[in-house]
């Protein structure tokens, strides 16, 4: 099934609310639609760039025209796995792969990709095999295997985007 994000800033919220579908079975069966993704994804958007997280704790609020910081991130997907998160730069000749081999259904790491000179999406590595990196993108709804020399090339063509410059990563 497709689960898009609901317009072109909510990419990391997107990711989250998929990375809830996957830790909360129970969750996951409330939100199985688009239309209940959609409205989740706003939400949970929102919040992300408010004065507060989803757990009541304060946070730097952020322009949601920008997307959705990755401080946000690290902090939500700490909230949902129970494990602390952390954000790495993966720039300038930086290695990805060993960042996102830690990855799992449980567990998924965020990526944020972007082209030569910005950070421009969110995606989400569910898993890595021998196939590579199992990447739920937000723009197509969909998850593609994507292979860890494609990683390290920077050349991954996820909703146009191909040079990854954050992961964050359980620490």
């Given amino acids: 099934m497709r689960l898009q994000q609901p317009d072109r800033r909510s990419c990391g919220a997107a990711a989250l609310v998929m990375a809830r579908r996957l830790a909360l079975p129970r969750y996951a069966g409330l939100v199985g639609d688009q239309a209940s993704f959609a409205h989740e994804v706003s939400t949970l958007h929102r919040r992300l760039t408010s004065l507060s997280d989803t757990a009541g704790g304060w946070q730097v609020p952020w322009p949601r025209a920008l997307g959705t910081p990755p401080w946000a991130v690290a902090r939500e997907l700490g ?3 129970g494990v602390p998160y952390a954000t790495r730069s993966v720039r300038l000749g930086r290695r990805v792969w060993p960042h996102l081999a830690v990855a799992t259904p449980l567990r998924p790491v965020a990526v944020y990709v972007g082209d030569r000179l910005l ?3 969110v995606v989400l590595v569910t898993g890595t095999g021998a196939d ?7 723009a197509s709804g969909l998850v593609a295997a994507v292979a860890s020399g494609r990683w390290e090339r ?3 063509a996820l909703a146009g985007w191909d040079r990854p410059w954050l992961v964050v990563s359980p620490r």
């Fill in 119 to 121: 950070p421009r999406h």
């Fill in 79 to 81: 909230l949902v796995t």
């Fill in 154 to 156: 920077g050349d991954l």
């Fill in 132 to 138: 590579g990196a199992a990447t739920y993108e937000p």
